[in-house]
Structures are given as C-alpha cells and as structure tokens.
C-alpha cells in the first residue's frame, strides 16, 4: 500500500507561480517506479499534465499544454515529488491529483496508475 499527501495549492494571479508537493508513505513507498501530476477540471476529464521515473535516469514527460512552463523533479532522498508550476493561466485551473505507479513512467494514462492522493486545488484567477 502507498498513501500519497499533496499540499501547495492555492489561489493565484495569472502569471503567477505555485510549487506542488507530493510525499509517498508506506510499505510501498520505496518500491514505486513512477510518479507523476493530473489534473481535472469540473465537467471534463482527468488528464496528464507531468511525470516522472524514480529509477536511475530520471526521465520526464510533460503535457504539450504545460511544457516549457511546468517542471516535475524528485528530492534528492526519498519519493517526495514537487511540480512547479510556473507562467500560470486561468486554463491551469483544476484539481491536481499525485499519482504513483510500480513501473517505468511509460504510460500517460490514468489507469495505469494504481496509487492516488487526495487532490489539490488550484485556482488561476485573470
């Protein structure tokens, strides 16, 4: 079992900045092989915005909506995972979901992950 905690959402300006962490905890927690950010904004579906390999190479997978604006990375000990999110737009509004999975981050569907935090909310104001 792994419980995912995220904290950092808000109520921001557009063009403002927010940071989103993600801390994994237990008996699985080590053992995870990905990590990675969706996102659901009300009346649509829940969609990948950023992943991440905990494995050797760190590999990176972004939305073609958030590249070059948001950036996902690891601490340098543990899982913990944070997605900062920078140049925001009232577009970027919507729940935030950490997800994690037991594998390589190869997928961008959300079925493929099988570990979900509570959500985040985050709010780009105009």
């Known amino acids: 079992q792994v419980q995912l905690v995220e904290s950092g959402g808000g109520l921001v300006q557009a063009g403002e900045s927010l940071r989103l962490s993600c801390a994994p905890s237990g008996r699985m927690s080590n053992n995870l092989g990905a990590m990675a950010w969706f996102r659901q904004a009300p009346g649509k579906e829940r969609e990948f915005v950023a992943g991440?390999?905990?494995?050797?190479?760190?590999?990176?997978r972004y939305a073609d909506s958030v590249r070059g604006r948001f950036t996902i990375s690891r601490a340098t000990t543990g899982n913990t995972v944070y997605l900062q999110m920078d140049s925001l737009k009232p577009d970027d509004t919507a729940t935030y979901y950490c997800?994690?999975?037991?594998?390589?981050?190869?997928?961008?569907?959300?079925?493929?992950?099988?570990?979900w935090g509570q959500g985040t909310q985050v709010t780009v104001s105009s």
């Open positions: 997800a994690a999975r037991r594998w390589r981050m190869d997928t961008t569907s959300a079925t493929d992950f099988g570990s």
């Open positions: 991440i390999n905990l494995w050797r190479d760190s590999t990176r």
